[in-house]
């Protein structure tokens, strides 16, 4: 693993090479896909029974806005509406009846890509049958959905800006405001001694609001197919009974790169850059920004940029609508804790201090070893970060391919060459994949509980810092 992780003795550095040895072969035999080819597979599940539920709770949420649709555009609105319920009420049944993937119809940019993706797999996949839903790669089918729901709306001017999951993103963010209260005020709390905070002070912290926002990715509205999934208590208070639950911990690794990256900066005007791949709004985006906001008061990071979603995404992902949307409501809080850590968080945006970008690669369905190729100017402003959060379930599955990788694979190995800068994925787990694990801890894990993989119980803090090609 990272360099720096390793007093290397004679013999140790021999075992290291056996062990890269080993690690070769493996990055020569890259594992078949997760698919819902897999019957009973989590992948299999979802397809079968998540994601139809949540396309029925798109039409449900469509449907039950057509007074609106009809109050902004008349009757063209409801016509629009109709549309689009159809378009939805296919998919759907493409879905359940196993039918191949077809190429996308619309105008927006990013068409040329999705289709491209498509004959590719058809290439890969032998037939175009062997594209269908249930065959195809389960990574690539459930992002197609999504992309296919924002067809149906797109295909339908002058609803085409209506996001189908608005309405559960604005609740689950509602539901969780007494642990956006608290979080606040804690913030508000710590920033306000800050300067003249020991280190281990600042390291104390850091790990507290780090957790918060590893913990926080928990609400998802994926993973309950879009049914409420906020956060209710006061997440610092759990803190210390779910370190058990952390099943890979480089926390330390995280604190020592940021302390050094501080350390390195020679001149006044160098700066230490953090990027944080934003995943759910709601509680889980409060504590990203929380998270940022502490690296920039104790000048751990001068700037940090966050990556959203350009279209609604897995049910709850953020995108710009939803980030300002939760800065404007912070802001007109009645709690002042809530609205002061708002009106700074303007600020920082103003002043270009935190940047908001949603480069379209993260809503197409490539592993993120694809990106050099499919997004190389993306790779390349990834590339100018001192360090990479990758937030939650999702981004995992694509920085590791969403392959059916042994436990005990390298993060680095699983990466297959994606590094654009040193990178941690803070990520509860909702997928049957994980690498990097302690030999024999999967299987004990499988054997006390067979959920494990999928319940969202189990958390972890991965790091790289390792080029391999
Ligand atoms: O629906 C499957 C899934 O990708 C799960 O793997 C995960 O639970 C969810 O959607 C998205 O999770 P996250 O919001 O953490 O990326
Ligand atoms: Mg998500």
């Known amino acids: 693993m990272a360099e720096q992780r390793q007093t290397r003795g004679p013999a140790s550095v021999e075992k290291e090479e056996a062990e890269e040895e080993e690690e070769e ?24 029974d998540r994601l139809p539920k949540i396309l029925t709770k798109a039409v449900d949420t469509v449907h039950r806005h057509t007074d609106v649709f009809f109050a902004q555009h008349g009757q063209e609105g409801v016509e629009a509406e109709k549309r689009a319920i159809g378009l939805l009420s296919k998919l759907r049944n493409e879905l359940q009846t196993d039918k191949p993937a077809l190429p996308l119809t619309d105008e927006l940019p990013d068409v040329p890509q999705w289709n491209k993706y498509l004959e590719q797999q058809q290439a890969r996949l032998g037939t175009e049958e062997n594209t269908s839903w249930f065959k195809a790669p389960w990574l690539y089918m459930e992002c197609y959905m999504y ?3 924002h067809e149906a709306l797109q295909l339908n001017p002058p609803i085409c800006d209506f996001d189908v999951f608005n309405e559960a993103k604005t609740q689950g963010f509602l539901e969780s405001q ?5 979080l606040s005020a804690h913030l508000q709390e710590i920033n306000k001694n800050v300067k003249s905070f020991k280190q281990t002070q600042i390291k104390a912290e850091l790990l507290h609001v780090l957790q918060v926002a590893l913990w926080g990715n928990r609400c998802d509205l994926s993973i309950s197919a879009g049914l ?6 006061n997440p610092l208070t759990s803190l210390e009974s779910l370190k058990p639950f952390i099943l890979i911990d480089d926390f330390e690794f995280v604190w020592s790169h940021l302390i050094c990256s501080k350390k ?14 934003l995943d759910n709004s709601g509680f889980e985006l409060v504590a990203d920004l929380v998270l940022a906001d502490f690296l920039i008061a104790c000048q751990l990071a001068d700037e940090v940029h966050f990556h959203g979603k350009a279209i609604p995404w897995f049910v709850s992902d953020t995108t710009k609508k939803d980030f300002d949307w939760t800065l404007k409501q912070m802001k007109t809080s009645s709690h002042p804790q809530m609205s002061k850590c708002a009106v700074a968080w303007e600020e920082y945006m103003t002043k270009g201090v935190w940047i908001y970008q949603d480069h379209p690669f993260w809503t197409l369905p490539h592993e993120f070893c694809d990106m050099s190729l499919v997004a190389n100017d993306l790779y390349v402003e990834l590339q100018k970060s001192n360090l990479i959060f990758f937030k939650g379930d999702l981004n995992y599955r694509k920085l590791t391919g969403d392959r059916k990788w042994s436990y005990t694979v390298s993060f680095e190995t699983a990466l297959r060459g994606f590094h654009p800068a040193p990178l941690c994925s803070l990520r509860t787990l909702k997928a049957d994949i994980q690498v990097g694990l302690q030999p024999g801890l999967g299987e ?6 067979p959920d494990w993989m999928t319940s969202g119980q189990y958390a972890i803090i991965q790091f790289s810092n390792q080029f391999r090609k």
């Open 25 to 48: 072969e493996v990055r020569s035999e890259v594992p078949d896909s997760l698919s819902g080819k897999y019957t009973g597979s989590f992948a299999y599940l979802t397809i079968k």
């Open 147 to 149: 992309r296919r729901i």
């Open 178 to 182: 007494q642990a956006i209260t608290a």
């Open 228 to 233: 409420a999934n906020s956060q209710k208590l």
């Open 264 to 277: 390195k900066k020679t001149s006044e005007t160098a700066h230490t850059r953090v990027d944080i791949v």
């Open 444 to 449: 004990q894990l499988a054997g006390s509980d």
